[in-house]
């Protein structure tokens, strides 16, 4: 692909979301949608540098994908078989194309699309894994490296998740209300988990998982575009902005750099603004969520000038109504964080002691353990609950991080 | 006479640009503001996604509280971007400085503001 050629690229992926979900209700075969947009991909290349760009460039991909597609079918002599199918997507060849390729027609297919490749036999991995390929069109190199493992390996893992999904029987009539809640509510988690995945790097991987988030940002807007009245979908894209903000000052020397310590000039403030924006339309809806709650913490850090200036108090209520809507060990281990600041660590401890059952294989238990024992000078019992941290498989980096801190122990206990 | 140019595209295309493109692109903008600077004020804006807008529907009666939708006016593919309003002689002068802002990814709409207000009031 040459350079002169990007703008085409730009737009095919802007345009491939719309025209995989409409070319899948028409053949519900993935391999066979991705292969014809990719062909008309290859005649756009052709004909728009020399034509110019068609009044409506989504339109002509999905009429010339749905040609290659039946061309592939007759050579296939697949058609029989399809036959039904064609009948009913022959209606998207009609005059009036541009009126029905509107958001009304293509949000649920796009939905249902992004709900197929979550398929609850596929790990939440292979998930992101089959709509980035899929959907976002990334090449399977580009996706391997993302989840930092081999490209060979990565393409057997969605080969594998193609053959579960094409199994599935998601129906394609319209759903309803509560079906298309169900389906947001699993896309959305998928996009959530797969932006921690991206986000959830060491200083060294940090840039090469950054596409993960990205992807998530897209997809995240896209859905958003599509159902603008969500008020969750406009949490969860703000607090994917509010993190990926933070991007640039979270490395530094390949090391991963705490909130605390960030230097917050590097921030990138137009994507906190944007989910500020988001953030206010949401709250207009008073239906909170729990996208939006976790998203209202990230954005108390990015408003405070300063780390000292974080109003922790405010990080305390929301943490409080967090542990309502999702009353989990992690949550209440990261509310006693809050309340450290707020009503000292004593206060913090004495709630991290009913979690000593759940969360005793999560390292992040015993740091925080040990940091609130630490703060009541109790350097001993601080020590034993760092080198307990240090058994539960850290990465190296959190390794060189909790070294430091017994050895701060040590010091305390013998200051000579 | 006073020029809006209005800018349409679609969302999300120049993110997806390589850094010299992108570079390339607000170099277009940098000139164009440089020149409208030079001529006296001028204003422009680069709009947020359209995500992030909310749409009053039109009411009964003039004042009255709209419903609040959220999203922007209209589904379309190419969006308003952005936009300058400046002061301009003549349309071809007005269509020399948008094609400045020329690319392959916006469409660029040169429209006579008809009364101005804030900064541009009186020009």
Known sequence: MTDEHQWLQARFADI?????????RRFRDLELAQDCFATACVRALDKWPEEGLPNDPLAWLITVAG??????????????????????????LDDG???QLDNQVFRDDILRLLFICCHPDLSPQDQSALALRVVAGLSVAEIASAFLVKRKTMEQRITRAKHTVAKA????????????????????????????????ASGGNAVIKLPLCEEAIRLARLL????????????????????????????????????AEQDRSQWDQMQI???????????????PGTYQIQAAIAAVHSHAATDDATDWEEIEKLYRALYLLEPTPVVKLNHASAVAQVAGPQAALDMLAP????????????????????????PAKAKSAYQQALELNPTPEERRFIDEKIRACEKSLNPL | MQYSLLIYGSEGIYERLCEEEQQQIMQGHYDLQAVLAERGEFSSAKLM???????????????????????????????LLGFYTFECDTLDDAIELANKLSSPYVRLEVRPVDWAGGVLAGL
């Open chain 1, 224 to 259: 958003l575009e599509l159902f603008p009245g969500i008020s969750e979908l406009m949490g969860l894209l703000a607090l994917f902005l509010l993190q990926h903000s933070r991007r640039k000052a979270r490395v530094c020397d390949g090391n991963l750099i705490p909130l």
């Open chain 1, 169 to 200: 029987d998601v129906a394609f009539a319209p759903p309803d209300l509560e079906q298309r809640h169900r389906r947001l509510n699993t896309v959305m988690l998928m996009l959530y988990l797969q932006f921690n995945e991206g986000w959830s």
């Open chain 2, 49 to 79: 996604s359209t995500t992030s807008a909310v749409t009053l529907q039109p009411t009964q009666a003039v004042a009255q509280p709209a419903l609040v939708k959220d999203g922007p006016f209209a589904e379309t593919k190419e969006r």
């Open chain 1, 273 to 287: 603004s944007e989910a500020s924006a988001l953030l206010d339309k949401a709250l207009r809806h008073r239906t």
């Open chain 1, 16 to 24: 491939r979301p719309r025209a995989l979900a409409a070319l899948v």
């Open chain 1, 355 to 378: 979690l000593s059952e759940s969360l005793d294989s999560y390292r992040w238990f015993h740091t925080a353990k040990a940091s609130f024992l630490m703060d009541l000078s109790q």
């Open chain 1, 97 to 99: 194309i541009e009126d």
């Open chain 1, 67 to 92: 040609n290659a597609g039946i061309d592939t079918l007759r050579r296939q002599q697949r058609i029989a078989e399809k036959s039904m199918l064609l009948d009913q997507g022959s209606e998207l």
